[in-house]
């Protein structure tokens, strides 16, 4: 089976950095994600790595290694609207052919002034 | 916003009824997965379509059962419901096979109560 493991949840000040955590444990990987999610809606994609290293896309960036079972999301400059459940989701291949992603149970973030 | 829609958006039913959720996938997208999210935990697999086909399935009983059409878009069947199955159940439509480098997109989720 799959294992994913996340902080449950984060608090970080306006403009500040935070970096969410997230450790896996599992076979047949092939890729990792981190979504976004606001209460109550659905989980919009922020970030994909499937080779070691970081990936930058504005004030999210996203890092992996493969080695360790580790990823981490980074975001900058926080704002108020920042504040969301993050997910990591382990993207592996299954029998069959088939490509299944595999969800945290998600870091909830706050965002204070 | 995604091409990736789900109705109805909110449902509220009575335990033991049968229930059926639908899912039009993002296009140029044949494969079609389904989720559920209770609330305050992440999205749980419940099965992934494939050219109509089961293509992997989660721990789920069998009284949760779906369905794809020849447009990818998708249905989730759940018999005799339970309490439990309150949740927000998602649908995810990801690209073609070659291109695992994208990725999947959620439909904006059918709230379930059961009562």
């Known amino acids: 089976g799959q294992n994913i493991d996340q902080p449950t949840e984060m608090t970080a000040t306006e403009g500040a950095i935070v970096q969410i955590n997230c450790t896996y444990q599992?076979?047949?990987?092939?890729?990792l994600f981190w979504y976004q999610q606001h209460a109550g809606e659905a989980p919009t994609f922020l970030s994909y790595?499937?080779?070691?290293g970081l990936e930058e896309k504005g004030r999210f960036s996203s890092f992996l290694s493969r080695s360790k079972g580790y990823s981490y999301l980074l975001l900058k400059e926080l704002q108020m609207k920042d504040s969301a459940s993050y997910l990591c989701?382990?993207?592996?291949?299954?029998?069959?052919?088939?490509?299944?992603?595999?969800f945290g149970r998600g870091t909830s973030l706050i965002v204070h002034p | 916003e995604t091409g990736v829609t789900q109705s109805p958006t909110h449902l509220i039913k009575t335990r033991g009824q049968q229930v059926t959720l639908r899912c039009s996938s993002q296009?140029?997208?044949?494969?079609v997965s389904w989720y559920q999210q209770a609330l305050g935990q992440g999205p749980q697999f419940i099965f992934q379509?494939?050219?109509?086909?089961?293509?992997g399935r989660g721990n789920f009983p069998p009284r949760f059962s779906g369905l794809q059409f020849p447009n990818y878009s998708s249905e989730l069947n759940v018999n005799a419901l339970e309490l439990d199955d309150s949740a927000l159940y998602l649908c995810?439509?990801?690209?073609?096979?070659?291109?695992?480098?994208?990725?999947?997109?959620f439909g904006q989720g059918t709230r379930l109560t059961v009562v």
């Open positions: 296009s140029g997208h044949n494969t």
């Open positions: 599992t076979s047949g990987f092939n890729g």
């Open positions: 379509y494939y050219r109509e086909e089961e293509n």
């Open positions: 989701a382990v993207r592996v291949h299954a029998s069959g052919g088939s490509y299944i992603p595999t």
């Open positions: 790595n499937v080779l070691d």
């Open positions: 995810a439509s990801s690209p073609p096979r070659g291109q695992e480098d994208t990725e999947a997109f």
